[in-house]
């Protein structure tokens, strides 16, 4: 039988439709009683890898999907409860922050940690390329500081974080967020709805 009680959920916290997706993903899994695999990924690899349109749009935005877009994202931080505060600091090397979400991940307080790395930026204007400000947001949570700085400059942390995103990339992801119900893939925020509505028909 088909395990549809478990999502694997691929993100990066440099991106704010991932911010909006990860709220609604945890409050999907309360009401479906859904488990949550979590996936850590760098997207600028996916990027580089599979979808480099991303840089061409960022160099030459057009000017009405741009406008349209910004206000779609307030549109959403609204239904989702989020204050966006639109950082300095964009694009941001977020390789520290996931790969301490990967060590959150190890000691069971991933949602608490992405939940605090996604307001220092998004909401906060912090930079989370900081070693100083994800340990800082690590021990918020309970983490230990000194083993969460050893991970992030560790070998292995570098490595997981790596076949974390090329896992992405395998499954055929091209962006943060990606989620998969089985073989199934949606991509961003908006298709939460569909997610849930597959969930009710298969149960």
């Known amino acids: 039988m088909k395990n549809l009680n478990k999502v694997d959920f691929y993100f990066d916290c440099s991106s704010p439709w991932t911010y909006l997706a990860f709220r609604e993903i945890i409050a999907i899994s309360v009401r479906k009683n ?31 999907k741009a406008k349209y877009a910004n206000s779609d994202l307030q549109l959403w931080a609204q239904v989702r409860n989020i204050t966006f505060n639109w950082p300095s600091i964009f694009p941001v090397n977020s390789v ?38 994800i340990i800082e947001l690590g021990v918020k949570v309970g983490l230990p500081g000194s083993e969460l700085e050893i991970y992030i400059a560790s070998e292995e942390a570098k490595a997981a974080l790596k ?21 199934t893939m949606f991509f961003g925020n908006d298709r939460m709805d569909l997610l849930e509505k597959l969930i009710d028909s298969t149960n």
């Open 96 to 133: 520290k922050a996931m790969r301490g979400c990967i060590f959150a991940a190890s000691k069971g307080v991933l949602p608490a940690f992405a939940e605090e790395v996604f307001a220092a930026y998004w909401t906060h204007q912090k930079d989370i390329s900081s070693l100083e400000t």
């Open 34 to 64: 859904l488990s949550i695999a979590w996936h850590p990924v760098l997207v600028g690899g996916v990027f580089n890898a599979v979808n480099q349109d991303v840089y061409e749009f960022r160099k030459n935005p057009n000017p009405l």
């Open 163 to 183: 076949q974390n995103t090329q896992r992405l990339i395998e499954r055929g992801g091209f962006g943060s967020p990606t989620y998969f119900l089985e073989d």
